[in-house]
């Protein structure tokens, strides 16, 4: 079996360091332009120039000739929620009705939310727990655009945003991980209160006010005042490798101890995806998390890491849609979905 290198972004290829427990890593910068009133007092004249003003500035600094710049006919339905699914731009985001431009790079590494809560939400992603080449590259267009664009900095507060929170840094580090493991031996609530007791975020698959959904999560800061962009990444990066070290052995355990019920939920998973007609999307990403991990502890051989990664965004309803060419019903698309799966794990 084969999926097209190119039908997701580079950030779910699981080539990157830990990839068997983090699926990515993203840094997310905020930042507003001085001479705009912040999105929501802004007029909607101010909306138009300040997506001119970054269309110019990206076009300047050559990143127009590594990816696109799309508007607001774009981004409706359902390229718009299309995007959400790929974690490239935000669900408020979409819906907005005011003025946007979105950039997203080629590999879909870099995306660029312009006229989101703050002027400018541009984020960069990598595979696995990488956070230097996330940070190097969001430093590089942070730096590039600053030349172009005059930032509301402060020298008391630093980098001004619509929401205090991220005063600052301006700056928002994650990683996405699954956490099979601990879910099925119950250590999950400790391991995560442990990096919340320290001021970290845990969240569901798409962040903040999601569900969690086939043992994905998202760890990433609270605070962006007071420290240095360094300090906030190595707080996660460390966390994060004592939540690898947890999960891994966590899934030792289960090989151990409880081999044949791990080979049950895994090979069940791996059956139904093989034969189902009819899937909803929870239902398969669910069933897809669980042949992940029986790819991770090498149960499964006949599809690889990255394969089974990148259907997990492929089944989703807009990615299904668009990938097909189709507008389809719901009942439709999970009928659409169950072949589509089933076509991609049964023929190599």
């Known amino acids: 079996m084969k999926l097209a290198s190119d039908v997701v972004g580079k950030w779910l290829s699981a080539t990157g360091p830990e990839a068997d427990v983090v699926v990515s890593t993203r840094v997310r910068l905020a930042r507003n332009l001085s001479d705009v009133p912040f999105t929501h ?21 050559g990143y127009m000739t590594q990816g696109q710049f799309l508007d607001n006919e774009q981004l409706s339905e359902p390229h718009g929620q ?17 003025k946007r431009g979105l950039y997203v790079s080629k590999d879909e590494t870099v995306s ?16 696995g727990l990488d956070f230097p080449e996330a940070f190097t590259a969001a430093a590089a267009l942070d730096e590039k655009l600053e030349t172009q664009l005059q930032y509301a900095f402060s020298t008391e507060f630093g980098f001004l945003t619509a929401c205090p929170t991220n005063l600052g840094t301006g700056m928002r580090a994650s990683v996405l991980v699954h956490l099979p493991a601990l879910v ?30 086939g043992n ?55 059956g139904l995806l093989r034969t189902a ?4 999307s929870d239902e398969a990403i669910n069933l897809i998390a669980n042949l992940r991990l029986g790819v991770a502890l090498g149960l499964v051989n006949e599809i ?4 089974v990664t990148r259907l997990l965004i492929l089944v989703r309803p807009a990615n299904l849609q ?11 698309r999970d009928e659409r979905r169950a072949t589509f799966v089933r076509e991609t794990l049964v023929h190599p």
């Open 184 to 213: 099925i031996t119950r250590e999950i609530e400790k391991v995560l209160r442990g990096a919340m007791h320290i001021g970290l975020a845990v969240r569901g698959l798409y962040g903040e006010g999601t569900e969690t959904k």
């Open 322 to 332: 668009v990938m097909l060419g189709e507008t389809l019903t719901a009942a439709e």
């Open 112 to 127: 660029l939310m312009v006229n989101e809560e703050d002027h400018l939400r541009f984020q960069v992603m990598a595979s």
């Open 41 to 61: 007092r802004a007029r909607p004249s101010d909306h138009e120039r300040t997506v001119e003003g970054v269309r110019w500035a990206l076009s300047d600094a």
């Open 216 to 270: 994905f999560f998202q760890i990433s800061n609270q605070k962006t005042v007071g420290q240095t962009e360094w300090e906030i990444i190595e707080t996660i990066a460390d966390i994060s490798r004592q939540v690898i070290q947890y999960e891994r052995k966590a899934r030792e355990y289960l090989m151990n101890k409880l081999r044949v019920e791990v080979e049950d939920k895994v090979f069940r998973s791996f």
């Open 277 to 280: 007609r009819v899937l909803s």
């Open 304 to 307: 690889n890491l990255a394969e």
């Open 82 to 98: 299309y995007l959400v699914e790929r974690h490239l731009a935000s669900p408020d985001f979409v819906a907005s009705k005011a």
